[in-house]
């Protein structure tokens, strides 16, 4: 069994590397933004899309946050261990 503080730890860092990962991921589109634009029907409205679906990814992790700092206690994350 692996102590909870251990357990946050390691939950801790993975989020940070999936946080990362997904920041490269996106900057990595963004870099070859102007190469794609010409060639895809929606033009340069694609920019505006893609910058819409981005921040509606931020709309769960907000919510958490939120859920945790007025109502704690309330939304359950239990660990399991395998």
Same mark, same amino acid.
Do not use: T
């Given at each position: 069994i692996v #102590? &909870? /503080?251990a357990m946050a730890l390691v939950v801790? !860092? =993975?989020a940070?590397? =999936?946080g990362t990962g997904s920041w490269? &991921?996106?900057?990595?589109? @963004?870099? /070859?933004l102007p190469l794609i634009v #010409?060639?895809?029907? /929606?033009? @340069?409205? =694609?920019?505006s899309y893609l910058t819409v679906? !981005?921040?509606f990814a931020n709309v769960g #992790?907000?919510?958490?946050t939120l859920m945790h700092h007025f109502q704690p206690g309330r939304l359950s994350e239990p660990v399991k261990v395998i």
């Open positions: #102590p &909870a /503080e801790h !860092i =993975l940070c590397l =999936l490269v &991921a996106i900057n990595g589109m @963004w870099v /070859e #010409p060639r895809v029907p /929606e033009g @340069w409205y =694609l920019p679906l !981005i921040q #992790p907000l919510f958490v």
